[in-house]
């Protein structure tokens, strides 16, 4: 079964940094588009960046993280993270790892990690 895990949210202070891990299980990373989302609070769940690793990566960040957040995989540990640094209050959100099968589009979630900023 695919499974992801996230974890490493927690308390930040405006211009910290702060790396997510997403635990992926029951699939390789080659047949399916990795991406995190972020929800705030009385927000849309909003796709932050996203990663395709296939003959090559592949990278997506939407404008407001795309200097501030790094997604990458690590295939032998099975993990896709996001470094963020230099976060902002906008940062605030449950953060979650979603995965998609490439083929026929299916999305898999994980169950999110919290991400609060504040000073």
């Known amino acids: 079964q695919v499974q992801l895990v996230e974890s490493g949210g927690g308390l930040v202070q405006p211009g910290g940094s702060l790396r997510l891990s997403c635990a992926a299980s029951?699939?390789?990373?080659?047949?399916?588009?990795m991406g995190w989302y972020r929800q705030g609070p009385g927000k849309e769940r909003e796709l932050v960046a996203s990663?395709?690793?296939?003959?090559?990566?592949?990278?997506y960040y939407v404008d407001a993280v795309k200097d501030r957040f790094t997604i990458s995989i690590d295939d032998g540990k099975a993990t896709v993270y996001l470094q963020i640094k230099s976060v902002k209050s906008e940062d605030t959100g449950m953060y979650f790892c979603?995965?998609?099968?490439?083929?026929?589009?299916?999305?898999?979630w994980g169950q999110g990690t919290q991400v609060t900023v504040s000073s």
């Open positions: 029951g699939f390789t990373f080659s047949n399916y588009a």
């Open positions: 990663i395709v690793s296939t003959a090559g990566v592949s990278r």
């Open positions: 979603k995965a998609r099968r490439i083929y026929n589009n299916e999305d898999y």
